[in-house]
């Protein structure tokens, strides 16, 4: 079973700061300064499983399927609540499909189910956006949603307290650096005796 680090309101940013920069700094990767503050304050909030579940008008937790959400975000006439929906979906199944890959494929949905959601439901929210920097950051979000689906993916292992080599992790790995190249994903194969040809990877 995996367990996490006990972490206080007080250190989950700089924590999940210096996870994401790890992360990022093993797969090559550059993101505006803003988006990458967005993902340390996402990991942050998502410590308390209970914002994985909107509410319904009651203030109940709703456990509904992510297209439900976005259906129902479509739905919403008020413009504002609207892009607040599709924030919410495009946070939730970025963090789902990166910090869950393993649930997700035994449950048998596919992760570019949820790319091609969570990815549509971000520029629904950079379109709306007012101000630069957050429409920015979500266009950002919304194009390389993939892209952070792997680096959270990372983040997800490195919060893991033993380091585990099983076949189901040494294949994970090998599909993680198939496809960024991820320095951690290759020791991880190297250890399991499988040799990589270390390469270069544009941003």
Do not use: C
């Not at 579940?53 to 399927?65: H, I, L």
């Not at 413009?79 to 890959?101: C, N, S, W």
């Not at 952070?148 to 992790?169: C, G, K, N, R």
């Amino acid at each position: 079973m995996r367990t996490k680090p006990i972490i206080t309101d007080a250190t989950s940013d700089s924590y999940f700061f210096e996870l994401v920069q790890g992360a990022m700094q093993t797969q090559s990767l550059r993101v505006q300064p803003e988006t990458e503050m967005y993902l340390v304050k996402l990991l942050s909030r998502f410590l308390l499983s209970e914002q994985l579940f909107p509410r319904d008008g009651a203030g109940n937790y709703q456990d509904q399927p992510i297209a439900f959400l976005y259906k129902e975000a479509l739905e919403t006439e008020q413009e504002e609540a609207r892009a607040a929906m599709f924030r919410q979906v495009g946070d939730i199944t970025l963090y789902k499909a990166g910090f869950f890959r393993e649930s997700l494929e035994q449950a048998r949905i596919a992760v570019d189910y949820y790319v091609g959601i969570g990815g549509s439901a971000y520029q629904n929210v950079a379109v709306r956006a007012d101000d630069r920097t957050a429409k920015n950051v979500f266009a950002e979000l919304s194009d390389r949603f993939r892209t952070f689906v792997d680096l959270l993916f990372e983040v997800s292992a490195l919060t893991s307290a033993v380091p585990s080599t099983s076949e189901a992790d040494v294949l994970r790995a090998y599909e993680l650096w198939e496809r960024t190249g991820s320095e951690r994903a290759a020791k991880i194969l190297e250890k399991s005796g499988i040799s990589v040809v270390r390469k270069s990877r544009d941003s």
